[in-house]
Each structure stands twice: as C-alpha cells, then as structure tokens.
C-alpha cells in the first residue's frame, strides 16, 4: 500500500521561508503527477502547484514567483520550497499523486502558520 507522508510545516514570520517534503512510501508510478494542496482555515482546499513525471512545472497564480516545487527520484520525495511567505499562506499543505484520470493518493497534511 503506497503512502505520501506530508512534513515539514511549522510556525514562520511573514517573510520567510520554509520547505515541505513528500516522501512516497511504496512505489508510485513514474508516469504520475506530483502536486500540492492547500486548505487555509475555513476555507475550501486549493490547488498549489504540481510536477509533471518529465518535470514540467506549474503554479497557482498565488503562490508563481514564490514557490518551487521539485522533485528527487532517488529519494522518492517531491518538495515544495516556499520564500517570501505572507500571511495568506497559512494553511494545512498536503501532497497528492495523480494518474491520467484522478488523484490516487493524499498525504496527512502539515500546518504551515505565517504570523505578523
């Protein structure tokens, strides 16, 4: 049974950075997507950013600029490196997996918290 197991979230002043890991436990298919989510307090989840299995990249418009997703085959994890955060980026992060027809696999989530 393959798992993503979300970390790397915490408490961090506007401004400032963080980075979120994904590891894949299992084997996922190389032919898959790797993305990240988001879901901000009270809110509905959002779509953040994505990596193609050839390494096409794509952001939401929020988060373009700011955000850099990558991946290390190696290691079987996706990242998500997140600079200049403001506050409206609190939110609880979680990775995803996604074949040709639908997201196969949500990891747990980690709570990102931007303060002032």
């Known amino acids: 049974q393959v798992q993503l197991v979300d970390s790397g979230g915490g408490l961090v002043q506007a401004g400032g950075t963080l980075k979120l890991s994904c590891a894949a436990v299992g084997s996922i298919s190389t032919s898959n997507t790797l993305g990240w989510y988001r879901q901000p307090p009270g809110q509905e989840r959002e779509w953040v950013a994505k990596i193609t299995s050839g390494g096409t990249t794509t952001y939401a418009e929020a988060v373009n600029g700011r955000f850099t997703i990558s991946i290390d085959n190696a290691e079987n994890t996706v990242y998500l490196q997140m600079n200049s955060l403001k506050l409206e980026d609190t939110a609880t992060y979680y990775c995803?997996?996604?074949?040709?027809?639908?997201?196969?696999?949500w990891g747990q989530g980690t709570l990102v918290t931007v303060y002032s």
């Open positions: 995803y997996s996604e074949n040709a027809y639908h997201i196969e696999r």
